[in-house]
């Protein structure tokens, strides 16, 4: 419960810090932050999947546009 609080206030400060911030790039990959969750904002800005993101580099040319189906489960 204290915890479950803390990470909330986490998220709520790193949503604040990353106002008007469109994008994060992982590995020169951009991923875009429209309509993601806070926690996952703090996620995805911390090096979200940065593995995957080094695997995808590989195999994606600059002008590639992937979409993720991935389930993210908020809790």
Do not use: C, W
Request: proline letters at 1%; aromatic letters at 6%.
């Amino acid at each position: 419960m204290i915890l479950e609080a803390i990470r909330n206030i986490r998220d709520l400060g790193f949503e604040f810090l990353t106002i008007g911030k469109r994008t994060v790039t992982v590995r020169n990959i951009t991923l875009s932050l429209d309509g993601v969750s806070r926690r996952m904002r703090y996620v995805m800005a911390r090096g979200y999947e940065d593995q995957d993101a080094a695997l995808a580099s590989r195999f994606l040319s600059p002008h590639d546009k992937v979409l993720e189906a991935g389930s993210a489960r908020e809790q």
